[in-house]
């Protein structure tokens, strides 16, 4: 949950309930992709 919150945006955009848990679905969709490619997608600089 806490990529989730990280990378992809807090507020759903659209307006209707099924459209903003098609909306959510996609976005864990993307973010499912970008961790099986095992892509590091964010890395903590000092």
Known sequence: MFRYK??????LTLRNYKAQ???A???VKA?????KLSI???Q???
């Open 6 to 11: 990280q990378l992809l945006n807090l507020k």
């Open 31 to 35: 973010m499912n992709k970008v961790l």
């Open 25 to 27: 679905l996609a976005n």
């Open 44 to 46: 903590q600089t000092n």
């Open 40 to 42: 590091p997608v964010r």
């Open 21 to 23: 848990v098609n909306e």
